[in-house]
């Protein structure tokens, strides 16, 4: 653990509620760091006292294969605490026992267990931990790097070659112990990939029809940042030979996304302040596994740069919606201490016709929050009407 790069943002989010009987949950897509994220906040309990007593299980190494339920987790855990002690209780990949919601229950019961648990499934907090936990936890979605993560991690500047590697390979942290070429990228991508699909979705919610699941996590990685609905994704799905009714598109979504593989931004209605029932947006957790699945072409180049933007938004805490005013689009409604800021996205602003649409649309909200346009262009002159214009590297870095 002593070669551990610092996730500070995450660390500095969790450090309030260290020591205190809340239970810890920290949720995300597989490879994502959430296990890292264990070993420094087991570092920096040691830093504040070097006899702590901490008790660290992975459900998904062999080693404690003979935890399989509740009541087998629950005896271990118990076995190992020390009496009018502080316990810190570790647990990786909770999901992997059945019923762990009962054992973290009882473990809860005694104040002097201090519960830090990880899962690679959204569901984990519906059921039992959510109705008899309720106000006993608080939930930390775990994301890949960051941008400025990236950088650090790989020890780059902060340059447009910088964020072209970002872009293509995504912000997977093991990344860091690989060269960043095609080839050896690529594999441990698609690795990354068969192991969230098929272990954590048809594994896990026991699907048949593997071959329209790979169909259609193939389309959502096409058409990122586009408006979709269950129907719309059907009738695509049946112009290729696939016949699937609506239903099953809208599980096969829901599973992908209980996987961290996608994130659903939903439609808001910006003037009636309400959630739209259709029509909504898909982006990818991580773009090199989204680029693995479906290319890397120039084509997709406004794609990859809104997925980055979304990305960065809900990595900084950000509540995202699609926004929607007189039937216009507006990118990203970010919700955060209610406190509100719009974002339109483009990749250049060198047509009179772009510059009035994106800087237009935000015009029509008349309301004081700030609003911005991010684009890929780094030119003179920041602002249009009283619209900030922000570049994208100086958005990743400062926003």
């Known amino acids: 653990m002593q070669n551990i790069i610092k996730r500070d943002e995450y660390i500095n989010r969790v450090k309030p509620f260290m020591n205190k009987s ?54 271990y855990v118990v076995s190992k605490i020390k009496d009018n002690e502080k316990n810190y209780i570790f647990i990786d990949e909770i999901q992997e026992v059945t019923e762990f919601e009962r054992a973290v229950r009882s473990l809860a019961l005694n104040e002097n267990n ?5 899962g690679s499934n959204a569901n984990m907090l519906s059921g039992e931990l959510a109705t008899f936990l309720s106000g006993r936890y608080i939930e930390f979605k775990i994301h890949g790097l960051s941008y400025t993560e990236f950088i650090k991690f790989h020890r780059l500047e902060n340059d447009s070659q910088s964020y072209k590697l970002y872009a293509k390979y995504g912000g997977l942290p093991y990344l860091v112990n690989l060269k960043l070429t095609d080839n050896v990228v690529g594999e441990y991508l698609k690795s990354i990939y068969s192991t ?8 896990r919610h026991k699907l048949r029809d593997t071959d329209f699941l790979e169909k259609l996590t193939h389309y959502l990685a096409d058409n990122i940042g586009s408006l979709f609905s269950a129907q719309s994704i059907s009738n695509y799905l049946k112009s290729q030979k696939s016949t699937v009714s609506v239903k099953q598109v809208q599980n096969y979504v829901s ?14 209605d910006i003037i009636g302040k309400r959630i739209f029932d259709f029509g909504e947006k898909f982006y990818f957790e991580d773009l090199g596994i989204r680029n693995i699945i479906t290319g890397y072409h120039i084509k997709d180049r406004a794609k990859i740069l809104e997925n980055i933007v979304y990305n960065h938004l809900i990595f900084k805490g950000y509540d995202v919606k699609v926004g929607s005013i007189n039937s216009l689009e507006i990118d990203f409604v ?9 974002v339109q996205v483009a990749v250049e602003l060198t047509k009179t016709e772009t510059i009035e649409r994106e800087f237009g649309n935000l015009l029509l909200i008349k309301d004081n929050y ?16 009283g619209i900030q214009h922000v570049f994208i590297l100086d958005f990743l870095k400062n926003y």
Do not use: W
């Not at 201090?114 to 990880?118: E, F, K, Q, S, V």
């Not at 599973?255 to 994130?263: S, V």
């Open 196 to 203: 969230i699909i098929f272990r954590d979705v048809v594994s």
């Open 114 to 118: 201090d519960i830090y648990i990880t």
């Open 255 to 268: 599973h992908l996304a209980n996987a961290f593989l996608i994130y659903r931004a939903e439609r808001f």
């Open 370 to 385: 700030p609003k911005i346009v991010v684009s890929e262009e780094n030119f003179q002159g920041n602002s249009y009407q």
């Open 22 to 75: 809340l239970i810890k949950v920290f949720t995300g897509q597989r490879r994502v760091g959430k296990s890292y994220l264990m070993f420094q906040l087991m570092q920096e309990l040691k830093h504040q006292n070097k006899d702590a007593h901490i008790i660290y299980i992975n459900c998904e190494d062999i080693e404690f294969d003979f935890i399989r339920t509740a009541k087998e987790l629950n005896e």
């Open 334 to 342: 970010c919700r955060k201490s209610n406190e509100l800021l719009y």
